[in-house]
């Protein structure tokens, strides 16, 4: 379990520190808490077989653990989130050994020696996305999975965007849908952010979240929901894992490698397809809501070299 980073200033009251720490705590998503919790029980079991209170680790012993991890064969992105745990446990306290010049050195030597280049997945274009949506059967979760297939692509949404969805973030007009995405993963204030989605020609997205609504009788409350082996709908939300799930069922039955698709694919096949039909940078960005265009690059898989290449006219 994750130390509660608390407050330690003794000139405030028991009080002050307790409301401190609750913020603390509510600055993390419940994930990034669950995320964290694992890491500090890592290193807690680190330090107690070298007989080390965890609480007076010096920054020594904290690169130790690191460079423990990267020897483990942990990635450079699990490394730098376990180094992140810590510095969270840390808060609060007069002293943050996380923060010591010598361990920012050891994760820049880490990071080097490791690379931090992801792995990305497979984007889901939008040729890809109709063959998906081709396979959907007409059954009650057919159509839950071609509403939320259709509609993570043409929002590019992250799955946990996704699954969070209700009822009233939806609002149906005449040009197609507007969707409210209450918090997002560069939202987490939750200032919310509304974006529009055509209905199109292709994939019709609006249609196939009318159909579904429709179908499964849902007025209020979650959008996707789980259905049961006997077809009985819950009125829990999917977890983002489903998303993933539904994600590499799809792409397989189209006669994909299904290992290389993922929630994120839908997001990246959006980026992806309005790359390669030649849509402007910053009107794709008010759909994905990136702030930083390099970002955004990211997304852009390079599954045609050749489409849009700048050498055609001078070449």
């Not at 680190?46 to 920054?59: I, K, Y």
């Not at 939008?126 to 159509?143: K, V, W, Y």
């Not at 993963?185 to 919310?192: E, F, L």
């Not at 819950?234 to 792409?251: E, F, G, H, M, N």
Request: hydrophobic residues 40%.
């Amino acid at each position: 379990m994750l130390l509660t980073p608390r407050c330690s200033d003794p000139a405030l009251s028991e009080a002050d520190r307790e409301r401190i720490t609750s913020y603390l705590l509510a600055s993390l998503s419940p994930a990034t808490r669950a995320a964290y919790a694992t890491d500090w029980q890592s290193f807690t079991v680190w330090c107690a077989e070298r007989d080390v209170l965890a609480l007076q680790a010096t920054p020594a012993q904290i690169a130790s653990w690191l460079s423990s991890l990267a020897e483990a064969g942990r990635k450079a992105s699990g490394i730098a989130r376990a180094r992140a745990a810590l510095s969270h446990a840390f808060q609060g306290q007069e002293y943050n050994p996380v923060k010591a010049p010598g361990v920012e050195r050891v994760m820049a030597g880490i990071r080097r020696t490791l690379g931090t280049a992801p792995i990305r997945k497979q984007a889901a274009t939008a040729e890809i996305m109709r063959d998906m949506l081709a396979h959907c059967p007409s059954s009650l979760s057919g159509q839950r999975d071609q509403a939320l297939l259709a509609l993570g692509f043409a929002g590019a949404l992250r799955r946990s965007e996704l699954v969070a969805l209700t009822t009233d973030d939806l609002l149906f007009q005449e040009r197609g849908m507007l969707v409210t995405i209450r918090r997002s993963k560069t939202d987490q204030d939750g200032s919310g952010q509304t974006i529009g989605i055509p209905n199109g020609r292709r994939l019709r997205p609006v249609d196939a979240v009318r159909s579904w609504l429709a179908a499964s009788g849902i007025t209020q409350g979650p959008v996707f929901r789980s259905i049961t082996r006997h077809g009985h709908l819950s009125t829990q939300p999917l977890s983002d894992r489903s998303v993933a799930t539904i994600v590499k069922t799809y792409a397989q039955a189209a006669g994909y490698d299904s290992r290389g698709f993922s929630g994120h694919s839908l997001r990246a096949g959006f980026v992806t397809s309005g790359a390669q039909t030649g849509q402007d940078a910053l009107a794709l960005a008010r759909v994905t809501r990136h702030k930083n265009l390099s970002v955004l690059q990211t997304y852009v898989r390079d599954d045609a070299p050749f489409l849009n290449h700048p050498g055609e006219a001078f070449l």
